[in-house]
């Protein structure tokens, strides 16, 4: 795809938020960028402009029907002015795994590389530079035919918006408190769980709520024919070592396939750390945990990066991990990836991308 990128620069700048108490999602930067979709003519018309409201038709399918895919990604500035993404090929692919799941179609994730990188530039004064910070990247595609009736909407609008964040969960890198959901159920093998749709992320509030009221953090998903097997944490995938063993629910067709997971095997493998992607059953790790086992747990993803696990309550059966504490395989992949991202260690696995 060779189209220029309009820029219309705002003439009314924020004014910026204070770094060190910046939150996750709570403000956003001057402009965005904008490309629509028409049937026939294909995708058109990409431009960075001022950051506002967007006007839809209240039929808009995509508030009736859900079609809509979105990403994550992140911006970060290093100690000798570099701006750096962390792989941003593997979320553009992403993208194209979740338009083909949902009827959306196809975007050139070469070109949305480019979109992502023309409007970070746009805005790079925003990138905070306090420790633990970065620009949060969020692409999205929204379905914009003004139709009642479900079918794949002919129109749709591809946008990126930009965050300044600092720590997504309040604990930081402390271990977070986990409940076990075995009564809902947030995706089965031929639905939509493997792809980044909202669909999947409204399912899973009602027992976000409720994991919160018995002052949990956030929820780990079981399967939802047999609710035995773990799948994933509600915006992390997660890792268990177990006597030695590092082990991740296997991709099967329900869970994300996590950009910051990939990282993760691929550090664990090129360390000789044993990795095994299997089914793991909640009970195998209680088990585990009875028997001296179980040596620490974490959840990996783009917003928080590294979270350990510090307790999980699965029937109101409480277990502690590692005394509370982050493990050592945490603690390692959570320095080296942040390492990598801020430029403070070398990427020797060719991960970053300077904008």
């Given amino acids: 795809m060779s189209m220029d990128i309009k820029i219309i620069k705002t003439t009314q700048p924020k004014q910026k938020p204070d770094q060190h108490k910046l939150g996750f999602g709570t403000y956003f930067t001057d402009h965005m960028f904008i490309m629509n979709y028409t049937e026939g003519l294909g995708w058109h ?31 970060y500035n290093t100690a000798d002015g570099k701006i750096l993404l962390f792989r941003p090929d593997m979320n553009m692919a992403r ?14 994730e070469a070109f949305a590389v480019k979109a992502i990188k023309s409007l970070v530039k746009v805005d790079s004064d925003w990138i905070p530079t306090a420790e633990g910070t970065s620009l949060y990247i969020r692409p999205f595609i929204i379905a914009t035919d003004a139709h009642l009736g479900v079918r794949p909407s002919h129109t749709y609008q591809f946008l990126i918006i930009l965050s300044p964040v600092g720590a997504y969960y309040p604990e930081g890198l402390n271990p977070v408190k986990i409940y076990v959901e075995d009564k809902y159920v947030r995706a089965v093998k031929g639905g939509i769980g493997f ?10 509030i009602k027992a976000q709520m409720c994991a919160q009221e018995k002052n949990y953090t956030q929820v780990l998903w079981l399967d939802g024919i047999e609710k035995k097997y773990i799948e994933e944490v509600g915006t992390m995938n997660v890792f268990f070592k177990i006597d030695g063993v590092v082990v991740t629910p296997e991709i099967n067709g329900s869970i994300l396939a996590g950009v910051t997971r990939n990282s993760t095997i691929k550090l664990l493998k090129s360390w000789g750390v044993p990795i095994s992607e299997r089914k793991l059953s909640i009970q195998e790790v209680y088990e585990a945990h009875a028997a001296g086992k179980l040596e620490e747990a974490f959840g990996t993803g783009t917003a928080a990066v590294i979270s350990p696990i510090g307790e999980l309550n699965w029937d109101e059966k409480i277990i502690t991990i590692n005394n509370g504490e982050i493990g050592k395989i945490s603690a390692k992949i959570y320095d080296t990836i942040t390492g990598i991202q801020s430029g403070k260690i070398p990427d020797t696995m060719g991960w970053t991308l300077e904008v």
Avoid: W
């Fill in 95 to 108: 993208v194209n795994v979740s338009n083909e799941r949902l009827c959306i179609p196809e975007i050139d």
């Fill in 195 to 204: 792809a980044k749709t909202p669909g999947n992320y409204a399912a899973s």
């Fill in 45 to 75: 018309d990409p431009r960075i402009v001022p950051y506002a409201p967007i006007a839809l038709d209240p039929s808009a399918m995509v508030l009736h029907y859900g079609q809509a895919i979105f990403e994550g990604l992140k911006a």
